[in-house]
């Protein structure tokens, strides 16, 4: 059975992991996702909403997202979020559909992708290294104040740098699948 503070640390580094997967989601690829319009907001009656949840975001062709809103009085105003935000992309609406047409990223681009996405991953191992040393610290509290004996003390910390070790690789893995995803053309 694992010891509580494995536990927490292994519930903590899980939470890093999922973050950051989900911050590198949003990240612009060459292929366009309908995660890139999660972030942009839409006034809609005074509230500022998510396009998500006011239209079907979808990839049809290689390059484009569909944006259809389920009701077509506010597509003028999420072009203009779109146009507003830091995407980059003109907006086409017929009237019913929206479509985002994204052009073909320069080599360039993609490098600072990639730089962008390291950074983030990055992010992500130093957030799990410093839930290691709390734990540790933890562990080395435990084991002054008579809590836990110093063999289990010493076994813990392996064990705590196991799982370390697991997070880190993990996180490595989440950055090569993106670093493949962006650099694919």
Do not use: C
Request: charged share 40%.
């Amino acid at each position: 059975m694992k010891h509580a503070l494995i536990k927490e640390a292994e519930e903590k580094m899980k939470k890093t992991l999922k973050a950051i997967e989900d911050e590198l989601k949003k990240m612009r690829t060459g292929r366009p996702s309908p995660a890139v319009l999660e972030e942009i907001k839409v006034d809609y009656y005074g509230t500022l909403t998510p396009i998500n949840q006011l239209a079907t975001v979808s990839v049809s062709e290689e390059r484009t997202l569909l944006v259809k809103p389920w009701d077509k009085s506010i597509i003028k105003s999420i072009e203009k979020a779109i146009l507003a935000s830091d995407l980059g992309i003109n907006p086409q609406s017929d009237g019913n559909v929206i479509r985002l047409v994204f052009p073909t990223p320069t080599t360039e681009q993609r490098q600072k992708w990639v730089k962008k996405a390291k950074e983030i991953v990055e992010e992500g191992k130093i957030a799990v290294r410093n839930i290691r040393r709390e734990i540790r610290e933890k562990i080395k509290k435990d084991k002054n104040d008579g809590k836990i004996p110093e063999d289990d003390a010493k076994r813990l910390e392996d064990e705590l740098q196991k799982l370390t070790d697991e997070y880190i690789e993990k996180l490595e893995e989440v950055f090569k699948k993106k670093e493949e995803e962006i650099m694919e053309f």
